[in-house]
């Protein structure tokens, strides 16, 4: 995997992904910034975010329930100082479908979190505590 990353001016950077996708991170005014992009710390936890949505929903799919949206809301606590490091994260997925089985919701926030999430699992491994919740809304 690979990645390019250029400064733009000021606090300004765009990130180019191997897959050749660009992402533009900038910093607060009070940092130099123009608040024109994300954070760069933002992009992780947006990172582990979509990771672990993607690891749900494909384990869900799998396992054959009728899930037609997930959403997962991340919270996180960071050091006071520097190096401001995530200390906590906590994600909670918002599952909604038809018949969804709460024991498979329940399996595949697990699966993702202690097997197939590698922003996860990174995270946890450098000290971050990382827990997970999940909500089920029956459509009708």
């Known amino acids: 995997m690979k990645a390019r990353i250029q400064w733009a001016g000021e606090a300004m950077f765009l990130g180019?992904?191997?897959?050749?996708?660009?992402?533009?991170?900038?910093?607060?005014?009070?940092?130099?910034?123009?608040?024109?992009?994300?954070?760069?710390?933002?992009?992780?936890?947006?990172?582990?975010g979509g990771c672990s949505s993607f690891d749900v929903v494909s384990i869900l799919k799998k396992s054959r329930q009728a899930v037609e949206s997930c959403e997962a809301f991340l919270e996180a606590e960071r050091a006071g100082e520097d190096p401001k490091v995530f200390t906590k994260i906590h994600l909670r997925f918002v599952v909604k479908g038809r018949g969804l089985k709460e024991a498979q919701v329940k399996r595949a926030v697990e699966l993702s979190a202690e097997k197939y999430c590698s922003a996860s699992i990174m995270l946890a491994r450098g000290g971050v505590e990382i827990t997970h919740g999940y909500e089920i809304v029956e459509l009708g």
């Open 16 to 48: 180019e992904s191997g897959s050749g996708h660009v992402v533009v991170m900038d910093g607060p005014p009070e940092n130099g910034g123009r608040n024109l992009g994300v954070r760069p710390m933002e992009m992780l936890l947006l990172g582990l």
